[in-house]
């Protein structure tokens, strides 16, 4: 039994199956997810969804889903399933025996005397994806039938019936082209051997997206069904379906498809399901490397590039591509800020952190491997502009005061990665001088002296060191403040305050970073990350649910993180050493369990402030499973 797999009654059981997906990516872009049994749960599903930059910046579902028919004697028993009002039909998940996603994803059904085996695979640097039926068993002459559901539509979006698609299509070898709109890349959909493609074209209307639904979204669509492809399959037999957006040779899709098996790591432990899941959010396309933030519905961030470069490459003994990523994202940068948001294309820039987290990945990158001088031959000038352009004032009214603190806001904007905002505004106004934004500040000035010698730079760093300690530190309370702004002091329990301790460059002393440790770790902690607010606030919320302002406001006021652990447990071995190793081990191998459950083989965006601690939000997030492999390398270190 491989480690991560699934039995027939836990497939057969919708409230167990339909709440674990899959995702898999390839280089390009492209990605395929859906339910462990095949069932799409929301609108971000899909066999094949890739990039249409002709279009848009973002991604595209062109094939939603298939359904399969095995046929005996004149009998069908269709293997597929979908959610219509009332119901699902049909109901082939009763059929499956069995989950497997080693290497990679592997459903096997048992009708009768037969025995099929479905896999799935994506083509490494080609939008392509390939499906390969081996009958296993079989007593009689048996034929298999594919029903193809076609979207063409923004993965935002939902397809709806209508008038003006075309339904004529063309002939490829052993299938078919498919151009429903004229903006779309043709969608060629062939099989490895001789296959008849019957035409039926046929719209399948108010297919349901249950995930959709309960989080207060449009969440019925209509798909196209252009026909089918049948073709008979002998015992021991495997064919191959493949669909993409160009041309496939079929004579050469069975040798594609175990070339593709044999470029994975094997999802046999936690360690490689976590470093499969890295390579999965590098994209490259176009001459750009960059950093996908989350599956499914995530474009890449700024911010979220840099905190999880390092673990997604550094960790996994990958330089060249932080080099790669870093270079791409040192061409968008603009004055002294970096794009906060984008899915190709530059959306906004209102990120105050991001700036400053790019000097600690490239901290990060000497580091581990000691050469400093690529850093400084390719990213200096970059690194002296931030500086400066903080330093003389930029954009969001990001500016350096007097007493060296970095402020910055103006209103209705959420400058920090508490970024959260209602039609209300943001649901955690940190305007001001937020207090890891100081402790990036420091780290950046420390480390840009330490590269050139800039005393310049040791003297601003000098400045707000004398600043921190009195103006965010509080005897009283036993911990740092989350915000200043002016008179006004947030005394709000958050991580924040962690990333005082464990940067490069601390500006406090031991006994302080000991004390704000033991803060988090007493009302913060949990075992899947840390809350972003603790529970004896009267803002605590507990659950992440419901519609986008009720998540909105559950986002940062409670819900746990599990990027922020990364750098609690960076703090607390620079403070304990060895002494505190059994202790982060434990909470790295704590999440040993989250490998079967919702993103299958991933780490979830965000769990539940409060137990269970159920995941939420994407099911597949960079800088949770970067924070990981990081946590793991720093534990062998110790």
Known sequence: MSYIHFDKTQLINLNYSLEREIIRTNRSGAYTSTSIIGCNT??????????????????????????????????????????????????????????????????????GGVLLQKELILDTNRDRLMIRYTLLEAHSPT???????????????????????????????????????????????????????????DWYYNIEYILERERGYEYQEDLYVPGYFEFEIEKGESVIFSAGLTEADPKTRQNAFNKEIAR???RNNFENCLKNSAGQFLRQRDGDTRVIAGYPWFGWWGRDTFVAAPGLTLATGNPKTFLEIMDTMSRDLKGPLFPNVGSGVITNMNSIDAPLWYFWA?????????????????????????IDGYLQGTDFNIHVLENGLVYGGEEGKALTWMDAVTPDGPVT???????????????????????????????????????????????????????????????????????????????????ICDQVLETAKSKLLTTRGMRSLSPDDPAYKGYYFGDQISRDE??????????????????YIRLHGKSGANFIQKIVNGFDGVMTQYGIGAVAEIYDGDPPHRSKGAISQAWSVSELLRMMDLVKKI
């Not at 028993?77 to 039909?89: A, E, T, V």
């Not at 935002?156 to 052993?174: C, E, M, Q, R």
């Not at 901290?363 to 400084?376: A, F, L, R």
């Not at 559950?554 to 703090?571: D, I, Q, R, S």
């Open 554 to 571: 559950a986002y940062h006021n409670g819900t746990v993180w599990v990027w922020p652990l990364g750098h609690f447990v960076e703090g």
């Open 362 to 386: 490239l901290q990060q990158y000497i580091k581990y491997t000691g050469d400093s001088k690529t850093i400084k031959d390719r990213y200096l000038g970059k690194m002296k502009g931030i």
């Open 143 to 201: 034929k298999i039938r594919i029903q193809p559901f076609l979207a063409f539509r923004g993965f935002h979006d939902l397809s709806k019936a209508n008038t003006f698609i075309n339904k004529k299509y063309k002939k490829a070898p052993n299938g078919a082209v498919f151009h429903l709109y004229d903006a779309y890349d043709p969608l060629y959909l062939q099989v490895s051997k001789k296959v008849d493609f019957v035409p039926a074209p």
């Open 264 to 266: 994975r790591i094997p």
């Open 429 to 511: 106004p940190r305007s001001g001088c937020p207090v890891e934004i100081q402790a990036l500040w420091y780290n950046a000035l420390c480390f840009y002296h330490e590269l050139t010698g800039d005393e310049t730079m040791a003297a601003h760093a000098t400045k707000i060191a004398d600043t921190f300690e009195k103006e965010f530190w509080s005897e009283e309370h036993g911990y740092l403040a989350d915000y200043i702004n002016g008179e006004e002091k947030d005394w709000a329990i958050r991580p924040n305050m962690v990333f005082a301790t464990s940067l490069p460059y601390v500006m406090i002393s031991d006994e």
């Open 42 to 111: 929301r609108k971000y599903h899909g066999l094949l969804v890739v990039p249409q930059p002709q279009i848009d910046s973002q991604n595209h579902v062109m094939l939603s889903t298939v359904h399969e028919t095995v046929i005996q004697h004149g009998a069908s028993f269709n293997l597929g399933i979908s959610k219509f009002p009332g119901n699902y039909s049909p109901r082939g998940h009763k059929y499956l025996k069995d989950f497997d996603s080693e290497p990679i994803p592997k459903l096997t059904y048992r009708v």
